[in-house]
């Protein structure tokens, strides 16, 4: 199962961070990879950034999370964003399910 968070400012980023749960799977670890995608006015989400593969436990065993960010270029906007989480599961097949959470953020990026 896969856990994004909402995108969010810090200042002077956006940032978005992603978390697993083991679910029925055998291991213990998986390799999350957390992607932030700024929305356009041509209705697309354009990634804006991908953050390193992390491995990582399952959120009922660590409080650790995966993490992407980049620099806001300005903040005179309120635009929506979009956390994508993907998680591989060390060792297994899994179902290439992606998690989302959209906020809005006051952060452009070019």
Known sequence: M?????????????SAHGKWDKG???NDTAHVTVGLYEYYTDGYF??????????????????????????????????TWLNMVDVDVD?????GEKGTNKNNVYCVVN
């Open 46 to 79: 354009y990634l804006k950034v991908k953050g390193p593969s992390t491995q990582l436990k399952p959120r009922k065993v660590s409080n650790n999370r995966a993490n992407a960010r980049t620099r806001c270029d300005s903040t005179s906007r309120d635009i």
């Open 2 to 14: 896969t856990y994004p968070d909402n995108p969010h400012y810090t200042a002077p980023d956006v």
């Open 91 to 95: 060792g297994e097949i899994d179902s």
């Open 24 to 26: 029925s799977c055998s």
